[in-house]
């Protein structure tokens, strides 16, 4: 049987930073079960919405930039992480707009696929979960909690025990829920 995807999506302007860091243990841990890809933010063109409305007449954007490979990702995907650290107590900007990107995807295009997340912050999250987790919600994915994971310095999030045992916990129920829906489908 064909490996579902499973994609990480990165908002975080540092590559090898902490946020990568967390979200390559949780990649590595679910590449067993999955064809596993990441997603810099930082490496696509895309530029805000300009609420135009298109959308909601031909559920596509009118917007022609790199977006339209990421819509193309999201849709094979089974699961989609996002990641993003924290910025003046929210998620990144190149995380909002990828967010903001998406919402003629609401209508439930990406309904049944897996969702979760991956924060990271110095102390104060502030928003940061709660705009991932409505997010999610949006979308209709099945969400599951994610990980909250704390450094500044590169490698610190390394040293938070914590969510080294978080990314492992959602690495064990992302797995659990494919195989419960792959045994559905056999089923069914």
């Given at each position: 049987m064909e490996k579902k995807k499973a994609i990480g999506i990165i908002g975080s302007p540092r590559k090898k930073g902490n946020t990568e860091l967390l979200t390559n243990k949780l990649l590595d841990?679910?590449?067993?079960?999955?064809?596993?890809?990441?997603?810099?933010?930082?490496?696509?063109?895309?530029?805000?919405?300009?609420?135009?409305?298109?959308?909601?007449?031909?559920?596509?954007?009118?917007?022609?930039?790199?977006?339209?490979?990421?819509?193309?990702k999201l849709k094979e995907a089974q699961v989609i992480i996002l990641s993003s650290p924290i910025f003046m107590g929210g998620i990144t900007s190149r995380m909002r707009a990828f967010m903001e990107r998406t919402w003629h995807l609401r209508k439930g295009q990406l309904k049944d696929k897996t969702g979760s997340y991956i924060v990271v912050g110095r102390r104060a999250i502030g928003s940061g979960i709660n705009?991932?987790?409505?997010?999610?919600?949006?979308?209709?994915?099945?969400?599951?909690?994610?990980?909250?994971?704390?450094?500044?310095?590169e490698g610190d999030v390394l040293k938070d025990e914590e969510a080294l045992k978080d990314?492992?916990?959602?690495?064990?129920?992302?797995?659990?829920?494919?195989?419960?829906?792959?045994?559905?489908?056999?089923?069914?």
């Open positions: 841990l679910l590449k067993d079960s999955f064809e596993i890809e990441k997603i810099f933010l930082k490496d696509y063109n895309i530029n805000p919405c300009e609420e135009c409305y298109y959308c909601m007449e031909n559920e596509e954007c009118s917007i022609k930039d790199d977006m339209q490979d990421l819509y193309c705009e991932m987790e409505e997010y999610l919600s949006r979308l209709k994915v099945n969400k599951i909690a994610g990980v909250l994971g704390f450094g500044l310095r990314v492992q916990r959602l690495s064990r129920q992302i797995i659990s829920l494919n195989q419960k829906k792959q045994n559905q489908i056999k089923i069914g």
